[in-house]
């Protein structure tokens, strides 16, 4: 397989998932937390039954796009620095550091963090299923195990899924890492929060952190992903704001 077919279609072929599937851990999402714990519930014991689904076809789509393809990773004044660099470490991810802070892999390709994390999955024999949409996430009547309905068909199938397998996933502890809902076209859709929320957690209101400015006048599409250093001046109304 060459290399540039990984990094298109993943790096492992992922079996259908069953028709019914019983493990000790469900993870729902493929992205950066949901391997991270997945493979941190297998280091803590091997005898885990652990399951991740993802519903895009390839694992770590949206930390494929992370830095423009490089990977930034964290910033050295992020809380939990330390702990994030000696996993990346633990994983054989060998990091660096610019002079903004900026923390990045030293071969600065997102698409190798993605799969050096799924070839840890691999390793440690998390059960991995792509292509496998969550639709509604549950208690059992008893409380004593959650209930997950998935369907096969992932995010560029979402037309589709009222006619695809109807699977259930029944599971002792259910880890949701299904990222926000700021980036749909890599899957970040918002589903967890309703799930969370039917589970009985709270939902704080949520707020853009990082957004555009819309500037009048010329046409500034072309500079769209370039990155510069600058300093720079907002004003609204002709006066100075920030």
């Given at each position: 397989?060459?290399?540039?077919?990984?990094?298109?279609?993943?790096?492992?072929?992922?079996p259908?998932?069953?028709?019914?599937?019983?493990?000790?851990i469900?993870?729902?999402g493929?992205?950066?937390?949901?391997?991270?714990?997945?493979?941190?519930?297998?280091?803590s014991?091997?005898?885990l039954?652990?399951?991740?689904?993802?519903?895009?076809?390839?694992?770590?789509?949206?930390?494929?796009?992370?830095g423009?393809?490089?990977?930034?990773?964290?910033?050295?004044?992020?809380?939990?620095?330390?702990?994030?660099?000696?996993?990346l470490?633990s994983?054989g991810?060998v990091?660096?550091?610019?002079?903004?802070?900026?923390?990045?892999?030293?071969?600065?390709?997102?698409?190798?963090?993605?799969?050096?994390?799924?070839?840890?999955?691999?390793?440690?024999?998390?059960k991995?299923?792509?292509?496998?949409?969550?639709?509604?996430?549950?208690?059992?009547?008893?409380?004593t195990?959650?209930?997950?309905?998935v369907?096969?068909?992932g995010?560029?199938?979402q037309?589709r899924?009222?006619n695809?397998?109807?699977?259930?996933?029944?599971?002792?502890?259910?880890?949701?890492?299904?990222?926000?809902?700021?980036a749909?076209?890599?899957?970040?859709?918002?589903?967890?929060?309703?799930?969370?929320?039917?589970?009985?957690?709270?939902v704080?209101?949520?707020?853009?952190?990082?957004a555009?400015?819309?500037?009048?006048?010329?046409?500034?599409?072309?500079?769209?992903g370039?990155?510069?250093r600058?300093?720079?001046?907002?004003?609204?109304?002709?006066?100075?704001?920030?």
């Amino acid at each position: 397989m060459s290399q540039k077919h990984m990094r298109e279609k993943g790096a492992f072929h992922s079996p259908q998932i069953p028709k019914t599937l019983r493990s000790d851990i469900l993870i729902i999402g493929g992205g950066p937390a949901g391997m991270a714990a997945a493979i941190s519930a297998k280091r803590s014991n091997s005898k885990l039954d652990v399951v991740l689904i993802e519903k895009n076809e390839i694992m770590g789509r949206k930390l494929r796009a992370t830095g423009n393809g490089r990977c930034n990773i964290t910033n050295v004044n992020a809380e939990g620095f330390s702990e994030v660099t000696s996993f990346l470490s633990s994983l054989g991810i060998v990091t660096k550091t610019n002079d903004n802070g900026f923390l990045y892999p030293v071969s600065e390709s997102a698409a190798d963090v993605s799969e050096l994390l799924e070839l840890r999955l691999k390793q440690l024999g998390v059960k991995v299923y792509t292509g496998v949409t969550a639709m509604e996430v549950s208690y059992a009547s008893d409380k004593t195990e959650f209930v997950t309905s998935v369907s096969m068909g992932g995010a560029s199938s979402q037309g589709r899924l009222a006619n695809a397998l109807k699977c259930t996933v029944y599971s002792s502890a259910l880890v949701i890492a299904a990222g926000g809902k700021s980036a749909p076209v890599y899957g970040s859709t918002g589903e967890g929060y309703r799930w969370l929320r039917g589970l009985g957690h709270t939902v704080t209101r949520l707020v853009p952190s990082l957004a555009p400015i819309e500037c009048g006048g010329a046409d500034l599409s072309k500079l769209s992903g370039t990155r510069v250093r600058a300093e720079a001046k907002l004003f609204k109304n002709g006066e100075e704001i920030h």
